[in-house]
């Protein structure tokens, strides 16, 4: 019996991520995987730059539309898959409704359905969606202190901060430092006032449009996001 395997990638959307765990070193493992085990690749899909914890990915889905009754869905690893417990048991059932079959080039019980494989597949996921979790927090408490130093980490400033001319130009042409903006750190203190007098983040944008307070991109339309972040900055959640 002719076996078929539909082989699929991922890896996440940080700082030279694609050196060690980019697509094509993926689907080279999952290639080689198959021909040592007698499967036939149709096809490839990959979802690059995407978090482990995010439902829509397009690579995924696609995936899964592709299988057939007893093709196989490769991964290299259960990480690849999802970093976190309810998506990867949903795509481990939605794989099983198409009569396929999920296999890890790495093993970790995803093959069988007894009460060890489901334990040993839902612990390992645990354990991968709690790194998850402390390496965005440890991003982000990173990327907040070089924010507090000064130091440039994105093409354009946080709100309330802006290039500062006097500094060296670095990488993609921008200035390496930042710089407080006056004009915009007084929206900002509008905004944790705001806050502060216990208005919602959809009806401090409405205050802010009818004050007729303008976003950086120069008009008085304001979004939820862009308030939460300009709270979370400045310590108001």
Not at 15 to 43: F, R
């Amino acid at each position: 019996m002719d076996k078929y395997a539909i082989m699929y990638a991922r890896y996440s959307p940080r700082p030279n991520a694609g050196k060690s765990e980019s697509a094509e070193h993926q689907i080279a493992d999952i290639e080689k995987w198959c021909d040592n085990n007698g499967y036939t690749p149709v096809l490839a899909f990959a979802d690059k730059g995407s978090s482990g914890g995010e439902y829509e990915r397009r690579g995924i889905w696609d995936a899964i539309h592709a299988l057939k009754r007893d093709y196989v869905l490769v991964v290299r690893s259960l990480d690849r898959l999802a970093r976190d417990v309810y998506l990867q048991e949903v795509l481990f059932r939605e794989v099983k409704k198409r009569g396929a079959t999920l296999i890890s080039v790495n093993g970790e019980g995803t093959e069988g359905d007894t009460p060890d494989d489901v334990m040993l597949r839902q612990v390992l996921a645990a354990i991968s969606e709690r790194q998850r979790k402390v390496c965005a927090a440890q991003t982000k408490a990173a990327m907040l202190r070089m924010q507090a130093e000064g130091k440039m980490i994105s093409s354009s400033p946080p709100y309330g901060m802006m290039e500062d001319p006097d500094s060296p130009i670095g990488f993609g042409g921008h200035h390496t430092r930042m710089i407080v903006d006056e004009e915009e750190m007084k929206i900002c203190r509008k905004v944790v006032e705001l806050r502060d007098a216990g208005l919602s983040m959809d009806k401090v944008c409405c205050r802010l449009e009818k004050l007729g307070i303008k976003h950086r991109a120069g008009h008085t339309k304001w979004n939820r996001n862009q308030v939460k972040r300009i709270a979370d900055r400045h310590g108001k959640k």
